[in-house]
């Protein structure tokens, strides 16, 4: 008997998952309270049931899958529920919070009698045919969930405390997504200076890998770059204010906030952006 | 008969350039006026030439390749001894000025008759048995030191103003030396929080290029971050201080900066970083 599992929110990502546990024959329980039509509809074509909040307390597994800036409020919602419990379920946080932050979320889950794993999807939502995304899982309750590799995840056990598993996410996006700024903002600042298309030539020869990432990156960007906002911030939060290259994340929410306007504006930036990346993949 | 050709400084690129023009047969001037005892060697193993300011004002081809903070100067002093000669060089600024820089330096070389080249560098000094570095050029002038590429140069023309060959110097370190900043910081960042083994197994099974990247440019960076302070702030100026991603630059400057001093002092920072690229070496 597979365990009870709830996955909030119904998102890309969370419905994907939940998706591929309902295919490894799980029930995935979930709220729909206030939800938009297109949220149920993602929910219902994902074979998600629709659940209170004290059904979804009561399950075996919570996962909590949200945008960074939901998590605290969501695990403060959850602690209040189970509170009230007799059963304690263990809550998976996935989302993208700093080190800071899953601790101060451990203290309200743990308060309420519930188990924390500190957990880290790094990769696209799942599809059918594929095995991603990673979930890395940290924390002493993270062999408490070891099942949910038997359910089509790509369970992942880093050996360390709560708090490992977000610095993995934290730095790892710090990387790749950092990477996918710094080339926004060369091909923008290059395209200016009449300088693309020499640009282009030199990454293809010097630096084969980056010109063939940025030709696919840069456009996956355009539309997520108004979510890369807060993460930038969480990773700049991650390595703390006194630290230099706290600025440098600051930067790149700054950075992001500026295409995702001129994304909803008038796309003359994304316009470039996306001229530049058609080049690369044309010259592949 | 090879045109003569100076180059200042005869620093570690200055020198190497230089050898590759005197293997194809040039004369090659530079300055050792108050240089130290290791550059005056340096230069004689190149078999470069020394000359006075008026020798070397009299040149047909005059390399600037000083660091980023020397080259209006550089371009002054030359000036002003071209201004009291008829015969006018072509002085090809190779410098990792920004493209405000490289204006203001174009405005002091041609009210001195002489005519200027906008050169960007990319790649580590010549040695023998390799065709590098990649000297772009840019500017009307550019065509007036195609030479340069029969005498051992790989040059490259951009089609484009005073001013493209540094916007491509600036967009390509801003990548590359970006990339290797942003590394840095998050290898610190996920040691401190004991992820880092898991960060280096991530990259190495979905980002295997930039983990491969690392493993050598983060300990090839270290002796050099105290130079690429003044570099990362000609990026930012690149940008602009009204442009959000000059933030970023900024934040890379004083990262470097950090990361300079823990070199010349304590190494603890120093020594995670190593760490980190010996596995990811050991690894590949």
């Given at each position: 008997?597979?365990?009870?599992?709830?996955?909030?929110?119904?998102?890309?990502?969370?419905?994907?998952?939940?998706?591929?546990?309902?295919?490894?024959?799980?029930?995935?329980?979930?709220?729909?309270?206030?939800?938009?039509?297109?949220?149920?509809?993602?929910?219902?074509?994902?074979?998600?049931?629709?659940?209170?909040?004290?059904?979804?307390?009561?399950?075996?597994?919570?996962?909590?899958?949200?945008?960074?800036?939901?998590?605290?409020?969501?695990?403060?919602?959850?602690?209040?529920?189970?509170?009230?419990?007799?059963?304690?379920?263990?809550?998976?946080?996935?989302?993208?919070v700093n080190v800071e932050t899953?601790?101060?979320?451990?203290?309200?889950?743990?308060?309420?009698?519930?188990?924390?794993?500190?957990?880290?999807?790094?990769?696209?939502?799942?599809?059918?045919?594929?095995?991603?995304?990673?979930?890395?899982?940290?924390?002493?309750?993270?062999?408490?969930?070891?099942?949910?590799?038997?359910?089509?995840?790509?369970?992942?056990?880093?050996?360390?405390?709560?708090?490992?598993?977000?610095?993995?996410?934290m730095?790892?996006?710090?990387?790749?997504?950092?990477?996918?700024?710094?080339?926004?903002?060369?091909?923008?600042?290059?395209?200016?200076?009449?300088?693309?298309?020499?640009?282009?030539?030199?990454?293809?020869?010097?630096?084969?890998?980056?010109?063939?990432?940025?030709?696919?990156?840069?456009?996956?960007?355009?539309?997520?770059?108004?979510?890369?906002?807060?993460?930038?911030r969480e990773i700049a939060g991650f390595l703390g204010p006194?630290?230099?290259?706290a600025?440098?994340y600051?930067?790149?929410?700054?950075?992001?906030?500026?295409?995702?306007?001129?994304?909803?504006?008038?796309?003359?930036?994304?316009?470039?952006?996306?001229?530049?990346?058609?080049?690369?993949?044309?010259?592949?």
């Amino acid at each position: 008997m597979p365990p009870s599992i709830a996955v909030i929110a119904p998102g890309a990502m969370g419905s994907a998952v939940a998706a591929r546990l309902v295919e490894h024959g799980c029930k995935v329980l979930t709220s729909l309270d206030g939800r938009s039509a297109a949220t149920r509809t993602r929910a219902a074509a994902a074979g998600m049931t629709a659940a209170s909040d004290a059904e979804i307390a009561g399950a075996d597994i919570i996962l909590s899958i949200v945008p960074p800036g939901e998590a605290l409020a969501l695990a403060e919602q959850l602690a209040t529920v189970i509170n009230r419990n007799t059963k304690k379920p263990v809550i998976v946080d996935c989302n993208a919070v700093n080190v800071e932050t899953i601790r101060r979320i451990a203290d309200i889950v743990l308060s309420s009698g519930a188990r924390l794993v500190d957990a880290a999807i790094i990769g696209l939502p799942p599809k059918p045919g594929t095995s991603g995304p990673a979930f890395h899982v940290s924390g002493e309750a993270a062999a408490d969930v070891a099942v949910l590799g038997q359910l089509g995840l790509d369970l992942r056990l880093i050996e360390g405390p709560i708090g490992a598993a977000s610095a993995l996410k934290m730095s790892y996006a710090g990387i790749n997504k950092g990477l996918t700024g710094l080339g926004a903002a060369m091909v923008l600042a290059a395209t200016r200076a009449g300088a693309a298309d020499a640009l282009r030539d030199e990454l293809a020869s010097s630096a084969p890998h980056i010109h063939a990432r940025l030709g696919n990156a840069l456009p996956d960007m355009l539309p997520k770059a108004y979510r890369w906002v807060a993460e930038m911030r969480e990773i700049a939060g991650f390595l703390g204010p006194e630290h230099p290259a706290a600025m440098i994340y600051e930067g790149f929410a700054r950075l992001f906030e500026h295409l995702a306007a001129d994304v909803q504006g008038q796309g003359t930036e994304a316009a470039q952006i996306v001229a530049f990346a058609e080049r690369c993949r044309a010259k592949k």
